[in-house]
């Protein structure tokens, strides 16, 4: 699946490709495509981030969230 997501704030989308339809693995894909260090604990990097929104105004929160993604779709990420 491909969706796109932007930081809140920024203008344009990135495209990244979902090959599992998990949490988990969005949080690992977001990490990689913004930069933040991968070094840095997957538990650390998800408390960096104050919500996953699809837009419009849809929280993404866990596993369950992830089965309404649909290609295409927008997401927005807050950090703290």
């Known amino acids: 699946m491909r969706i796109k997501i932007r930081e809140k704030g920024d203008q344009l989308f990135r495209y990244i490709k ?3 339809l998990s ?3 969005l949080l690992m894909t977001i990490q990689d495509r913004f930069g933040k ?4 604990p997957l538990e650390l990097f ?5 919500s996953i929104v699809l837009l419009p105004d849809i ?3 866990n596993d369950t ?3 309404y ?3 295409n779709d927008q997401l927005e990420v807050t950090f703290k």
């Open 69 to 71: 993604l649909n290609d």
């Open 46 to 50: 998800e408390s960096s981030i104050q």
């Open 23 to 25: 949490y988990l693995h």
């Open 37 to 40: 260090s991968s070094e840095l």
């Open 65 to 67: 969230d992830i089965e």
């Open 18 to 20: 979902l090959y599992n």
């Open 59 to 61: 929280s993404i929160q």
